[in-house]
T-cell receptor, first 111, second 113 residues
Framework: LAKTTQPISMDSYEGQEVNITCSHN???????ITWYQQFPSQGPRFIIQ???TKVTNEVASLFIPADRKSSTLSLPRVSLSDTAVYYC????????????FGQGTELSVKP | NAGVTQTPKFQVLKTGQSMTLQCAQD?????MYWYRQDPGMGLRLIYY???????DKGEVPNGYNVSRLNKREFSLRLESAAPSQTSVYFC????????????FGSGTRLTVV
């Protein structure tokens, strides 16, 4: 799986938009970009996945530039409940057998 | 509710004791995984089972053994617990090896004294 780099921590305030960038310079042609979210004292949960351009769902948006060497997870108008660790993973769509989670980005949302 | 169930939720062991962490899923998933998470760190893969009857080592398998009892259940055993194994353990499952399809349990917090 491709190595990823993301900020260790970020702070935000309620109502702001939060963008978390993940760098993956050695992404392969068949790799997808997947984000998981982990709340305190819970296991991670899948939030979004994309291959190129933009993907949006009810939780977040994922922006992927044409060269695919980075991606940005965007959380619109965050609330206190968005405080969590966000993990960026890059790898083939169907080779999660050795899914490796890095340190992730710890997002703290303040009132 | 459908999902991944882990037992126990909390456990304190003395060094050298053994124990088995249980995991069961009711989503008919083929693949199951065991991770550990230490403070301030991401999840590290201990073992995984791509399908019933198979198991493979992950990043940090030393000191652990696993059993894929059937399609639903995947257990993790510590034969002789060490303080370095103090951690939160998460079990996960997925239908196939799809990266997007992991469902995690709520974790087992293990302390070895």
């Amino acid at each position: 799986l491709a190595k990823t780099t993301q900020p260790i921590s970020m702070d935000s305030y309620e109502g702001q938009e939060v963008n978390i960038t993940c760098s993956h310079n050695n992404i392969a042609t068949n790799d997808y970009i997947t984000w998981y979210q982990q709340f305190p004292s819970q296991g991670p949960r899948f939030i979004i996945q994309g291959y190129k351009t933009k993907v949006t769902n009810e939780v977040a948006s994922l922006f992927i530039p044409a060269d695919r060497k980075s991606s940005t997870l965007s959380l619109p108008r965050v609330s206190l409940s968005d405080t969590a660790v966000y993990y960026c993973l890059v790898g083939p769509y169907n080779q999660g057998g050795k899914l490796i989670f890095g340190q992730g980005t710890e997002l703290s949302v303040k009132p | 509710n459908a999902g991944v169930t882990q037992t126990p939720k909390f456990q304190v062991l003395k060094t050298g004791q053994s124990m088995t962490l249980q995991c069961a899923q009711d989503m008919n998933h083929n693949s199951m995984y065991w991770y550990r998470q230490d403070p301030g760190m991401g999840l590290r893969l201990i073992y995984y089972s791509a399908s019933e009857g198979t198991t493979d080592k992950g990043e940090v398998p030393n000191g652990y053994n696993v059993s894929r009892l059937n399609k639903r259940e995947f257990s993790l055993r510590l034969e002789s617990a060490a303080p370095s194994q103090t951690s939160v353990y998460f079990c996960a499952s997925s239908a196939v090896n799809e990266v997007a399809g992991y469902t995690f349990g709520s974790g087992t917090r293990l302390t070895v004294v």
